[in-house]
Structures are given as structure tokens and as C-alpha cells.
């Protein structure tokens, strides 16, 4: 089956520093997605990339589309205390009615003050 | 954004109860969806359902089995329940009604901790 290598599996930075995180797959997906849970909730979703080497940005958070399909990343510029959380990608190799995601196993990002 | 509702938010059981999770949605989707959130592995599928007379295993449903009521409840069950699943378990229905073929952008509930002693 398809497996997600998500890294870092954590991260402590301080407050204003930009953050990077990635994941890569073993297989090709068509959509890869960011989710970020904060403690006690469900996952949010943050970003939606749909093609291949498509860059998209929401606030200070943006995320890009690996040209080989295989891989994602996800970029926090100028982080601040409410992005403490746990960063999930999730990709999805659709077709017909397959409409299941695989999730990495996240990054635990923890800013300090 | 889909409505989801998850009951019980925590729940403390013993080994060999049986356990039932309910979940409900109020936008009339028709996919539904059963995670467990374990820590440092992030989201495994459990079952999943696609409408009221489609039921699918996911990656771990061993030891688990769901009923889907009607369109807009979808329960989870530990028939006896064991330690190793102790975990958070989330629902999630799509966030939008119209079936899209290209991607899925899944809403979550805001999970059932469930612990087993």
C-alpha cells in the first residue's frame, strides 16, 4: 500500500523563525493536502494542492506540489505561538470512487515565545 | 463547512466491554469516514462508508465494526474492547455535499479519546 514519510517528526523553533516540513510517498498521488490539529481537536485543513508543481499560499503558510507527484512541502513564515500543533500531509491518488487519503504520521511543532 | 458531531468526547472503559462511538452529520453528505489518531502515527482508516448500504474496510479494522444508521449517523464499535486500542478516534464526512472525482477535502469531528484498562 502507500506509505507517507512525513519529516521532521517534531520541531522546537522560537517565535518569528520560518518552519519547513515535507513529505514524500513511495507512490504517486494526485492531491496532497495539509491538515493541523491543535491539541483536543480534529485535524483543520489548511492547504489543497491539486497539480503537479502547484505552489499555494494561505497567510504565512505555503505549500507546493512536487513535480514528480511523489512529495509536498509546507512552509510557516514568521511563526507565533498559535501554530503550536501537530502538521499532517495527506495524499490522494484518485480514480473512479476512491476517495481515500493516506495520512504522513505528522509534525509536532512547538514555538516558543 | 460540514457539521460533525462526535459522542462521547472521552470515554474510560474496561477490557472486554463493548464500546459504541457514534457520529453524526447535519449536511446530508453521504461519505462518512472512521479514523484512529494514535501518537507519532498519525491517521489510520478504520471503515469507511459511502452511502447508507455501502460499508468498506480500511487499513486497521480488525476488532472494530461500524453501522450506518442512516445517511447522517455512523456508529463505530469495539465489540471487546482490548488495551491496544486505547486512541483518539475522529469522524470525518467531506467537506462538500457535490461528489468531486478529483480530490477529497475531509472535515473532522473533534474525536473521542478512548481509553481501555
Known amino acids: 500500500g502507500q506509505q507517507l514519510n512525513q519529516s521532521p517528526q517534531s520541531m522546537f523553533i522560537q517565535e518569528g523563525e520560518d518552519v519547513s516540513m515535507n513529505c514524500t510517498s513511495s507512490?504517486?498521488?494526485?492531491?496532497w493536502l495539509w491538515y493541523k490539529q491543535d491539541p483536543g481537536e480534529g485535524p483543520v485543513l489548511l492547504i489543497a494542492l491539486y497539480k503537479a508543481g502547484e505552489l499555494t499560499s494561505n497567510g504565512r503558510l505555503t505549500a507546493q506540489f512536487g513535480i514528480t507527484r511523489k512529495d509536498s512541502f509546507l512552509n510557516i513564515s514568521a511563526s507565533i505561538p498559535s501554530d503550536v500543533g501537530i502538521y499532517f500531509c495527506?495524499?490522494?491518488?484518485?480514480?473512479?470512487?476512491?476517495?481515500?487519503?493516506?495520512f504522513g504520521k505528522g509534525t509536532l511543532l512547538t514555538v516558543n515565545p | 463547512d460540514a457539521d460533525v458531531t462526535q459522542t462521547p468526547r472521552n470515554r474510560i472503559t474496561k477490557t472486554g466491554k463493548r464500546i459504541m462511538l457514534e457520529c453524526s452529520q447535519t449536511k446530508g453528505h453521504d461519505r462518512m469516514y472512521w479514523y484512529r489518531q494514535d501518537p507519532g502515527l498519525g491517521l489510520q482508516l478504520i471503515y469507511y462508508?459511502?452511502?447508507?448500504?455501502?460499508?468498506n474496510k480500511g487499513e486497521i479494522s480488525d476488532g472494530y465494526s461500524v453501522s450506518r444508521q442512516a445517511q447522517a449517523k455512523f456508529s463505530l464499535s469495539l465489540e471487546s474492547a482490548i488495551p491496544n486500542q486505547t486512541a483518539l478516534y475522529f469522524c470525518a464526512t467531506p467537506e462538500s455535499r457535490v461528489p468531486n472525482y478529483v480530490y477529497e477535502k475531509l472535515f473532522f469531528g473533534s474525536g473521542t479519546q478512548l481509553s481501555v484498562l
Open positions: 462508508s459511502f452511502d447508507v448500504k455501502d460499508i
Open positions: 495527506a495524499g490522494q491518488l484518485s480514480g473512479g470512487s476512491n476517495y481515500k487519503l493516506t
Open positions: 507512490s504517486i498521488f494526485n492531491t
